[in-house]
C-alpha cells in the first residue's frame, strides 16, 4: 500500500518501537464487523440465523461481531434491517455515551448512521433521539439507514452546527461527536482516501473539529455527557483537540480518553475521549403536538388503518398531503427559512393521493412495524429474493388488499394483493 511519506514520518515519530508493527497491519485483510439491530432481534436470535459467516464477538460492543463475509451487506436480512454492517473499531464510541431509554441525545455528524443507529438501540424507543448530518447527499443515506433499521424516535435534521445550538440550546442529555477528520484510519478499507490526505488538510480538519465541538458545548445540558471520536490518528485532530478544549472549557472534565490502534485491537483504528459537563443550564422545549389542517385529511388513513393494520397509532396528523405520528416528548422544532431539515415531524406513514381518498403507506412504516401489527405474508428465500428485485408473486392465501411482505417474520416492505397476486411496492431505490 503506498502510503503518504508525511504520514509514515509523523507516524513513526510518534509510536516509536511500535512503528514496525504498525506497518505490518496494513499487510493483513480488512478488518470487518456486523451489528445486530436489537429494535428487531435478539442478539441470541441473530447468532442463529445469521447469513453471514461469524467469527468472534466485538468486545467493546455487545451486539456486534467480527464477520469473515466480503460482502455482508447483500443480503435479505440485510434488507430486513435485522443487522448493520460497521467496522469493529468504530463500534467503540457510542457505548461511551452511556445513553439511557427516555433520555435527550444527539449524533451530531451522523450520516452514514452506524453510531446513530447504535444509540437507538441502547434507547429502545424511549427519549429524543436527534440524528443530523450537514451534506445532504450523506443525509439520504442516513435516512435510508434508519428507514431499514426501524428506528422510530427521531428527529432527522440537515443543518450546520450553529444553526443546532440556535434551535436547541442546552437541550441535550447526551451527545455523540463522531467529527469530520483526515480519515487516516480509512486507508486500508477505502485507498481512495489516500491521496486525498495532506498536512494541510489535518490542519484543516482540526480547525472544523474546534467549531463543531464548540456548538456542541452549546447544546448540552448540565451534567451531560459528550462523547467525542474520530477515526484518524492525529493528535491534532485527537489528544491535543481535547486538551484545548477542555483548557477553554472549564466545566468539563475528561472521564476517559482511548485510542484504538490496528496492531493492538482487531480493527482499523478509532479514538475517542468521554467528557462531562460540570456547570451550565439546561433548555426545555415545547413539545409537539397534532395540528390537523382539515378535519377529513386523516379519514382515508384511519380507515386504511382499521383494514390493514392490528394496531391504533396515537399522535397521528397531517402535513400538507404527508400523514406522520410523533412520539412522545418529541419537541417542536420552528425550522425557519433558511434552515433545512428533513423528516424533522416524527414517523413519516404515507400520504393522501392527490384526490385525497386513498391512503398509500410508506416504506419506513413498514419497516417500524412487527409482522403481528399487520395483514402480512410470509415469503420463502426464493420469493424474498424475488420481491427485493421487484418482481409480483402469487399469494393466494393472502388477504386482499395492503400486506407486509415478511421474511422469517421480518418485514421487508409493502405489497398490495388483488386476485391473488402481491404486486410489489417496494421503493424502486431499494430494488436489489
Not at 59 to 76: A, N
Not at 175 to 190: T, Y
Amino acid at each position: 500500500m503506498n502510503l503518504p511519506r508525511e504520514f509514515l514520518s509523523v507516524m513513526k515519530a510518534r509510536l516509536g518501537a511500535d512503528y514496525d508493527n504498525f506497518l505490518k497491519s496494513y499487510e493483513k485483510p480488512v478488518v470487518r464487523g456486523v451489528r445486530a439491530n436489537t429494535l428487531k432481534i435478539s442478539v441470541e436470535e441473530f447468532e442463529k440465523i445469521s447469513p453471514v459467516i461469524l467469527d468472534g464477538c466485538v468486545p467493546w460492543e455487545k451486539s456486534g461481531f467480527y464477520t469473515l463475509s466480503d460482502s455482508p451487506g447483500k443480503t435479505i436480512e440485510h434488507a430486513a434491517g435485522l443487522y448493520y454492517v460497521q467496522e469493529p473499531s468504530a463500534m467503540c464510541a457510542a457505548p461511551e455515551l452511556d445513553v439511557r431509554p427516555g433520555e435527550r441525545v444527539l449524533d451530531l455528524c451522523s450520516a452514514p448512521g452506524g453510531k446513530g443507529t447504535q444509540l437507538a438501540q441502547c434507547m429502545d424507543g424511549e427519549g429524543v433521539l436527534v440524528l443530523n448530518e450537514i451534506n445532504y447527499d450523506r443525509f439520504k443515506i442516513l435516512e435510508s439507514n434508519v428507514e431499514r433499521m426501524g428506528i422510530k424516535n427521531t428527529l432527522l435534521t440537515s443543518a450546520t452546527p450553529e444553526v443546532m445550538a440556535e434551535l436547541f440550546g442546552s437541550y441535550f442529555d447526551k451527545i455523540l461527536v463522531d467529527a469530520p477528520c483526515s480519515g487516516e484510519g480509512m486507508f486500508k478499507k477505502e485507498p481512495n482516501a489516500i491521496p486525498e490526505w495532506s498536512l494541510k488538510n489535518v490542519e484543516i480538519c482540526a480547525e472544523r473539529q474546534k467549531n463543531i465541538i464548540e456548538c456542541a458545548d452549546r447544546m448540552l445540558a448540565v451534567g451531560g455527557r459528550m462523547v467525542y471520536s474520530t477515526c484518524t490518528f492525529s493528535s491534532d485532530e485527537n489528544e491535543r483537540q481535547i486538551e484545548s478544549f477542555l483548557k477553554n472549557n472549564k466545566n468539563y472534565k475528561l472521564l476517559d480518553m482511548k485510542r484504538l490502534l490496528p496492531h493492538n485491537i482487531r480493527g482499523e483504528g478509532h479514538f475517542c475521549a468521554v467528557l462531562e459537563k460540570t456547570d451550565g443550564k439546561r433548555t426545555d422545549l415545547k413539545l409537539k403536538k397534532p395540528c390537523v389542517k382539515d378535519g377529513n385529511s386523516l379519514k382515508p388513513y384511519r380507515e386504511w388503518e382499521a383494514q390493514t393494520l392490528g394496531i391504533k397509532l396515537e399522535n397521528v396528523y397531517d402535513s400538507d398531503r404527508a400523514i406522520r405520528s410523533f412520539f412522545d416528548g418529541m419537541p417542536d422544532i420552528n425550522f425557519r427559512s433558511g434552515y433545512k431539515a428533513c423528516r424533522a415531524e416524527g414517523l413519516f406513514l404515507g400520504c393522501n393521493d392527490s384526490a385525497g381518498k386513498r391512503f398509500i403507506p410508506s416504506h419506513r412504516l413498514a419497516m417500524a412495524l412487527k409482522a403481528d401489527e399487520a395483514k402480512s405474508v410470509d415469503v420463502d428465500e426464493y420469493t424474498a429474493l424475488n420481491y427485493l428485485h421487484g418482481l409480483t408473486f402469487e399469494a393466494p392465501a393472502a388477504e386482499k388488499g395492503w400486506n407486509l411482505v415478511t421474511y422469517r417474520g421480518y418485514p421487508l416492505g409493502w405489497c398490495k394483493v388483488v386476485e391473488g397476486v402481491a404486486k410489489n411496492h417496494l421503493p424502486s431505490g431499494l430494488r436489489i
